[in-house]
């Protein structure tokens, strides 16, 4: 989920080899249903048209809809580490 | 002319500075390894700076101004961008663990609708990110 256009998501998704479901929300009308809108400094390239950008967060969800795990970026220049993300889907989705 | 040689070679100094840090910094962003603590960076980049601002002081010829300019605008807008990095969610309102998640629907790259109740009975890992760029 990101603030990218759908023709942006489909003209980019190939450079980095994602097979996931890539969905736009450049309203961010479900960023604000989940309140992940960053309500810090809009630090985007001129050419950005939203409004605002989600904080980069990473959520598991068990098969009844409940959010099982959060990893919220306290700093956009600091992403989870893959290994943390892969730790937290061994503990929550295959205990 | 021993002052344009001067100048020139801490533009060239404060340029290779700049460049070196500029590209650790992005490969630790490619490696998801950048450390919280980047005071070593914020230091590096303002020396590059704050180096070729006394290159220019000490004046130099293009040769050294040129690089000289490059390292005053990478040290300068590292530091900016870390400063404004920081991100912030509305503690009131942000999901939390043992929360349901929110019925929603999108578009996908293709432009066909998605609703999260197709969701209903997997696990799921969601990932909100900015943009691609």
């Known amino acids: 989920m990101s603030v990218d256009l759908p023709e942006v998501i489909a003209d980019r998704r190939h450079l980095?080899?994602?097979?996931?479901?890539?969905?736009?929300?450049?309203?961010?009308?479900?960023?604000?249903?989940?309140?992940?809108?960053?309500?810090?400094?809009?630090?985007?390239?001129?050419t950005e048209e939203a409004a605002a950008l989600?904080?980069?967060?990473?959520?598991?969800?068990?098969?009844?809809?409940?959010?099982?795990?959060?990893?919220?970026?306290?700093?956009?220049?600091?992403?989870?580490?893959?290994?943390?993300?892969?730790?937290?889907?061994?503990t929550h989705f295959d205990p | 002319m021993a002052r344009n040689k001067t100048g020139t070679k801490i533009g060239l100094a404060a340029a290779t500075i700049a460049v070196v840090?500029?590209?650790y910094w992005?490969?630790?962003?490619?490696?998801?390894?950048l450390p919280s603590d980047r005071s070593l960076f914020v230091v590096l980049f303002l020396l590059a700076a704050a180096l070729g601002v006394l290159a220019l002081v000490k004046r130099t010829s293009w040769l050294g101004a040129a690089p000289a300019l490059l390292a005053i605008?990478?040290?300068?807008?590292?530091?900016?961008?870390?400063?404004?990095?920081?991100?912030?969610?509305?503690?009131?309102?942000?999901?939390?663990?043992?929360?349901?998640?929110?019925?929603?629907?999108s578009v996908d790259g293709s432009g066909n609708a998605f609703d999260s109740g197709v969701l209903n009975g997997h696990l799921v890992l969601i990932k909100f990110?900015?943009?691609h760029w």
């Open chain 1, 54 to 90: 989600p904080v980069p967060a990473t959520l598991l969800v068990d098969r009844d809809g409940t959010v099982l795990w959060i990893d919220l970026s306290e700093n956009y220049q600091r992403r989870s580490d893959p290994s943390v993300v892969l730790a937290a889907m061994r």
């Open chain 2, 73 to 105: 605008a990478i040290g300068l807008f590292f530091p900016v961008t870390m400063s404004v990095s920081e991100q912030i969610v509305a503690r009131d309102t942000v999901i939390e663990v043992g929360d349901t998640l929110p019925q929603f629907t």
């Open chain 1, 16 to 46: 980095h080899g994602l097979n996931a479901t890539m969905l736009s929300d450049q309203q961010l009308a479900v960023t604000d249903l989940f309140g992940l809108r960053n309500q810090g400094f809009h630090s985007a390239p001129g």
């Open chain 2, 129 to 131: 990110f900015r943009a």
């Open chain 2, 26 to 33: 992005f490969y630790l962003v490619d490696e998801v390894a």
């Open chain 2, 21 to 23: 840090t500029a590209w």
